[in-house]
């Protein structure tokens, strides 16, 4: 027989084992709720996706000991101390290393250097090179620093670089826009080396960032551009989504290229959560911690939801052997967009790295996509930059 006293604590310890436990989730969700800033928020460029040691370098190609990734396929930049080069696509090679052709270099590679390969191929100290020059704008949270080169057409197109890299992305497909008649703007937005940092520090997939990029269209207005076809790298394809939902600009964009595009961050961070173990049934309450902590509204972030409000063309190139920017949303926005959305996947190219695997298929389906956006006479006049 339970006596009265044996049951009072039997119902305290239950209750103090129900507080512990609550006590605990709260704990384990706040904490797994700030992972959000640090593997999400944070503005991190890498666009590394592999290394290699050197081997030997002659006849005009690199024999590389692959340390994971050395045998991607198609051209690829080689970063090394005190230098750079840049690699095409995978050759045979008797020895059992990985042989790719030497295209260009700057610095010297010697045998016993490790490098790493670099999915934009060249940096920004490449700029001048690829005939662009520089220009600043004014934006909501300082001077933007932006690279452009001139063109015939008055349609601009204005490529926004995503969380992981930077204006260097752009480069390996300016010179066929260029050598299309088109003009071109490269920018940077808040939180970039050298730009202003927003007041949280945080890349906010456009929810902010949105107001750099207009202030960039504005810059293009008054130098004759009549409308825009905008081409986002990864997270920056949610940026020009935002963009199109909230700026006044969104009816001069007559396009929309997009390239391994963030398309839902809430589901990525669901995704990566299930990945790494987290209980499912906890995942809905801790986005929601998230978006309190850190004032993102995910669900305004969800472009898949809101890809009625898409008014523009889209082309999307994406991989086939991607490790980020999982494919399904993809084919989810362009489903939802129908006939509006052409999608186009490269296979074996892993993330962003359509055009590395593949340029010439690539910047035909891109010139191919500007041409048909321009192709209408604009229906704008021009900005007078005076007024």
């Known amino acids: ?3 009265k006293r044996a049951k009072r604590w039997l119902t305290r310890g239950a209750t103090l084992t129900a507080l512990t436990a609550v006590v ?31 081997v030997s370098v002659g006849g005009g190609a690199v024999d590389l000991q692959d340390l994971g990734g050395a045998d991607v396929p198609g051209v690829w930049g080689l970063v090394f101390d005190g230098g750079r080069a840049v690699v095409g696509d995978v050759e045979p090679s008797p020895s059992g290393n990985v042989r790719r052709p030497l295209l260009e270099v700057t610095g010297v590679l010697t045998p016993g250097t490790e490098v ?3 999915v934009a191929v060249w940096d920004l100290d490449a700029v001048e090179r690829f005939g662009l020059d520089a220009a600043v704008t004014n934006g909501p949270e300082g001077p933007l620093v932006l690279w452009t080169a001139p063109g015939d057409n008055d349609t601009w197109v204005v490529f926004v670089h995503g969380k992981r890299g930077n204006q260097a992305e752009a480069l390996r497909l300016v010179r066929a826009v260029s050598a299309a008649g088109f003009p071109v703007a490269v920018i940077a937005y808040r939180n970039d080396e050298g730009a202003t940092p927003s007041s949280d520090g945080h890349h906010g997939y456009g929810y902010d960032e949105w107001q750099d990029l207009q202030a960039v269209l504005d810059f293009a ?22 963009l199109l939902y909230e700026s006044r600009l969104a009816n001069r964009v ?6 391994s595009p963030m398309l839902s961050l809430g589901a990525a961070i669901r995704d990566s959560w299930v990945d790494s173990g987290v209980p499912a049934w906890t995942i809905g309450w801790t986005k929601a911690i998230a978006s309190m902590r850190f004032g993102l509204d995910l669900r305004a972030l969800d472009h898949v939801e809101r ?5 523009a063309p889209v082309l999307i190139l ?28 490269f296979p074996g190219a892993g993330p962003g790295a359509s055009w590395n695997s593949d340029q010439t298929r690539y910047e035909a389906a891109v010139i191919g996509f500007l041409n048909d956006a321009a192709a209408e006479v604009s229906k704008f006049e021009p900005v007078d930059p005076e007024r």
Do not use: C, K, N
């Open 221 to 242: 207005l008054g130098q004759g551009a009549l409308d825009f076809v905008l081409v986002g790298y990864g997270s920056g394809g949610s940026i020009v989504g935002t």
């Open 254 to 259: 007559v396009g929309v290229a997009l390239d």
């Open 116 to 118: 790493w390969f670099d």
């Open 24 to 54: 605990f989730f709260l704990v384990a969700t706040w904490l797994q709720a700030g992972s959000v800033a640090t593997d999400w928020l944070t503005a991190s460029p890498d666009t590394s996706a592999g290394s290699a040691i050197i």
């Open 318 to 345: 994406h991989g086939r052997d991607e490790g980020a920017s999982p494919l399904d949303r993809v084919e989810a926005f362009a489903i939802a967009r129908g006939e509006e959305a052409l999608l186009l996947t």
């Open 1 to 3: 027989m339970v006596t």
């Open 307 to 311: 890809s009625s409000e898409w008014q």
